[in-house]
Nanobody
Framework: QVQLVESGGGLVQAGGSLRLSCAAS????????MGWFRQAPGKERVFVAA????????YYADSVKGRFTISRDNAKNTVYLQMNSLKPEDTAVYYC???????????????WGQGTQVTVSS
C-alpha cells in the first residue's frame, strides 16, 4: 500500500529555516514525480514544488521561488523541501504528493500524505 509520511514541521521565527522530509513506501519511488502542496487555515490546498523522477527538473510556485528547494534521494525513497527565509504567510500544513507526471501532480490529481504542520511566527 502506498504510504507518504511527512515530517520535519514545527515552529520557527520569520527568516528562519526548516527542512521537511517525506518518506515514501509501497511503490517504485523513482518511477514517479514527487512534490509538495500546502494548505493554510481557511484556504485551498495549493501547489508548492515538484521534482521529476530522476531529479532532473524542478518546479516551484511563484510564492516560494528563491526561498524553497525541493530535492530527492531515490536510494532512500525520500523527498525533501528545504525552506529558507520563512515568512508568516508560509504557515500551513504541508503535504507530500506523488504522481505519474508533473501535470498530474501540479493539477492536484496526485496522491498525498497526511501532512506536517509548519508555523512561522513574526
Amino acid at each position: 500500500q502506498v504510504q507518504l509520511v511527512e515530517s520535519g514541521g514545527g515552529l520557527v521565527q520569520a527568516g528562519g529555516s526548516l527542512r521537511l522530509s517525506c518518506a515514501a513506501s509501497g511503490y517504485i519511488f523513482n518511477s514517479y514525480v514527487m512534490g509538495w502542496f500546502r494548505q493554510a487555515p481557511g484556504k485551498e490546498r495549493v501547489f508548492v514544488a515538484a521534482i521529476t523522477s530522476n531529479g532532473g527538473n524542478t518546479y516551484y510556485a511563484d510564492s516560494v521561488k528563491g526561498r524553497f528547494t525541493i530535492s530527492r534521494d531515490n536510494a532512500k525513497n525520500t523527498v525533501y523541501l528545504q525552506m529558507n527565509s520563512l515568512k508568516p504567510e508560509d504557515t500551513a500544513v504541508y503535504y507530500c504528493s506523488r504522481a505519474v507526471s508533473v501535470m498530474v501532480l501540479t493539477q492536484g490529481r496526485g496522491y498525498w500524505g497526511q501532512g506536517t504542520q509548519v508555523t512561522v511566527s513574526s
